[in-house]
């Protein structure tokens, strides 16, 4: 198996910004940093939206802050056509639907909660993933 642009540094700092980010959402305001559940409520709730925006501005202006830092765009290599993408993506809708929740909700802070049905949904999402990666490279040969 061949390890491509292992980044084990900006891994650990990415990591860590999300636990940060999670630990303070959950201490100022008592939510649990669910990506997809922020992004839900900020476009369909009814309740306080404004800190969903500032949250889902600061995922989009990530980006743009790295090409400030280092001058540079990084490197992303997507190894799949676009219909691939697209039923990935509605698959990925799909699962989020039905678990109730994203790995950042689950993995992240249900996880931290000592949540059993989060362990369940993770276990869940990573099965998935590794069978979905095992079916498509190798047996459908994509």
């Excluded at 649990?32 to 559940?37: C, L």
């Excluded at 925006?53 to 490197?75: C, H, N, V």
């Excluded at 990935?88 to 950042?104: A, I, N």
Aim: aromatic content about 6%.
């Amino acid at each position: 198996m061949e390890i491509v642009n292992f980044t084990p540094l900006a891994s650990l700092l990415g990591g860590s910004l999300i636990g940060l980010a999670a630990v303070l959402l959950m201490l100022v305001l008592g939510r649990i940093m669910g990506a997809t559940g922020i992004l839900a409520a900020a476009i369909w709730g009814e309740d306080d939206r404004s800190w969903r925006w500032a949250i889902l501005a600061g995922m989009i202006s990530g980006p743009a802050l790295f090409l400030m830092l280092t001058g540079g765009w990084p490197e992303i290599t997507v190894p799949s056509s676009t219909p691939m993408l697209v039923i990935g993506g509605l698959l990925v809708g799909l699962g989020v639907s039905y678990g109730s929740g994203c790995t950042s909700g689950h993995g992240v802070c249900g996880l931290a909660r000592l949540s059993p049905r989060s362990l369940a949904a993770t276990l869940t999402f990573m099965l998935t993933t590794g069978l979905t990666v095992y079916v498509t490279r190798h047996v459908m040969g994509v």
